[in-house]
């Protein structure tokens, strides 16, 4: 099947609309992946100019109706964080940008052979096993360092804020499940391959 015969089996307006969503998308992760970029280096270069956010445990003025207010977090902006905790929080700034930009390529080759017809294409596979270990490696590595940053910030950070910052971190499991379900979809689409050439030429 070549890949005009391929695109027509996909109507012309679900193509269109395919590409503009890909496209409207593809803006926003690169500018997302820029910024992860330029954030990462300024932030070795100039510390104070952007923030860390760490725990903390600081229990807020209520009225009567309210049993009880805590802020949990802090955002700090200073210059007397040690290099090692600097280098950490921005390593988390370009993992995250190289994640989002490993996304972006292996969707979009995927999105690119869907459209023409071709989704058992030999580069199907490895583009969805880019976006996939991106997804899940990247995204646990970005939240492990900038965690790991925002521990030793608030150890670093606790005396000179009045003791209420707690050395910890969250961690949202939610793009690592995903990442490995797209694992899971890689073989999948081996096995739509094997049927592919399995049955090439009997139609």
Known sequence: MD??????????WDRN?????????FMFGAWWAGNGFIVGLFRLLAPARYPVTVLADIPVDHGPDVASA????VTVHTNALSPGTVWMLASADFVQALTISAV??????VLERILRGKPFHRVV?????????????????????RGLGQMAAASELNDTINGVLVPGFT???????????????????AAGMRLQRETEGLV
């Open 3 to 12: 890949a005009t015969a391929g695109s027509k089996l996909i109507p012309r």
């Open 17 to 25: 609309a395919a590409l503009l969503v890909y496209i409207a998308t």
């Open 70 to 73: 805590v802020a949990e977090s």
């Open 104 to 109: 972006l390529v292996g969707s979009g080759l």
């Open 125 to 145: 596979r490895p583009a969805i096993l880019l976006a996939a270990c991106g997804l899940a490696f990247g995204s646990l590595l970005t939240q492990g360092l």
């Open 171 to 189: 961690f949202d499991i939610v793009p690592v499940v995903a990442g490995f379900g797209l694992l899971g979809l890689t073989y999948v689409i």
